[in-house]
DNA sequence: CTGAAAGCGCTTACAG
DNA sequence: CTGAAAGCGCTTACAG
């Protein structure tokens, strides 16, 4: 019955002669029996070689059988011949972060127009699962991988440079050890931002970042220091205690008798959990507290005071990051790297009405 | 320079061993010649297979020199070998949706822990894409594979089904096709939102779907048309022109003598997107419009009335249809499916205050 | 114009 | 207790 319907279908489009090959794996020498030829001969018509030198007829016949059977060539048994598999291991914190995805969207994109595929994984922040990963892209034979790596991950980039698979670091760079890097100026980005909220006539700012030895968040934090001088007010919040710490940094912030009237937060993430605690406190933005975040979601858009954020630029970003690993998967020597600036996309949340 | 850096950073770890073996691929063959003994014996040792009949010392020989390389097993190789890639192909319409990308993250925790990896790709809901992409990783090789199908996608299926390949449905469904199959009762979840609209007060209210053959999303409305019946007010958008057509299905809602009161949206980007649009118009949620939306996002908890969604269970979701894929692995026959009941939130915007 | 053979890195039944 | 050999599915230099 249901055999019936599945033929009917393949029926209807044409596919009948794939039913006689149903489950059974066609290999290069199935085809080869069944025309009477060499595997030899069958590999070079399926891939185009030599043509000149072959016989037109058994080529045709070849090309037939091997569309009757639905040949589809086993990329296993040629990566382990090429010693290439056409994979790109992409490792994130987290691929359900929209920051990830969106990046992770592209990736796929630019590394499908080169014939690569991409497999992932999330670290979770986490320095071993990073190395777990790490080692088992590499075991999987990975050409390359692209990385946006933990804190304190010293140790992982020295043994991805050791290990010779080529690599590229997106997000967060480790200068101390050269590297191909594709990630943003993120000492302007946040100059910007602060230059942005001066302009408009705030005077008391403060910064909610990670505490974290992550060079491109403190990067974010220092642009605003340098603006600010003494006046910057910056509230870390722990990565394990975002909610709380966030809520502490914000309640210190508008108490005392010099409560900030401006507020950026460096990452997507952390600017909605500021936006969900302000909330919570009845503080309207911008009027009581301007706002600027990072990171493009459409969590920014729908509030009631479209939040200013710093945008990235998504698209250059991952299709740079795809374009350097090819070039070091083609010959692997020296490093590059590409730092974008970024944009601050003002909307109601930082200017006064 | 650089590799004096690199050096220390090794020293620093306790990897000196592994500077000898820069760049050269190490493989059993390599360890064999070392030790002096057959690749057999290495191969043995390192998979903890005969044990028993092994000299302890030749096996510890082994195993400090498999160390000393930092040994990694060529997992292609093995692949081949075992006619087993330990990869699960991931097609959705696109990771850089939430929906997506949430189910991805979960679906690879689950598939990790069970030894697997997964490699993705988007669809972008076109079927031959789709079709390009089950293609690509049959060729990979990948033991099976999860899939949010695009619609009118009959053949596809009943080709996955000849290839012998395991698979599992998620979230759009062919019944026509017994398939395993992971998803929602959609039916019921438009039910409880209808009928939670209808207990507010609730009497003229729309629904805006996609315009499609999809069934899941057919569902959805038909659980709201089986509870309104003539009173119920449908606007099916296409998905090539989604803004203007939800603008002007709102547009068509709100006017004439009976604008509705309430608003039903099947999807999270399409309950996006009317929310852009009732918020440009000025309307004020709940009390001009009750709104309840599909699926979690960040946007809702921050808009300022927080949105009322119909929640799947995405851990659920995920799990189940790795855990189905596993099955479909070990023994492919028969078919599974599961089939979750949602949960509607119920937040401020389909409540009048 | 065609095919036997080696080899990619692994595993394992078999023989000793 | 150990190893030579075959084989997974492919490619290709080489010989004819």
Redesign the pocket.
Known sequence: MIVETIKQIYLEHNYLLSITAMKT????????EQV?????????V??N??E????????ERIRTVARELN????Q???S????KTFTIGLIVADIANPFSSQIARIIENEAKSNGYSVIFGSSDESKEKTKDLINLFINRQVDGLIIALPENCEEQVAYLKQSGTPFVLIDRNYPSIPSNYVGIDNYDAAGKAIRHLQANGHKRIGVISYKTSLLHLNERVRGVVDLLNENAVVGEVSIDHTNEDVANAIDRFMSGDQPIDALFVTTNLLTICALKYINSLGIKIPDQLAVVGFDETDAFDLFYAPVTYVKQPMADIGKKSVRILLDAIAKNDGVQSAVFDTELIVRQSSVLS
């Open positions: 794996k066609v290999s290069i020498k199935t085809i080869a009477g030829v060499s595997t030899t001969l069958v590999s070079y399926l891939n070689k030599n000149n030198r072959i016989n037109k007829d058994v080529a040949y589809q060539p086993n296993i048994a040629r382990l011949k090429f010693q």
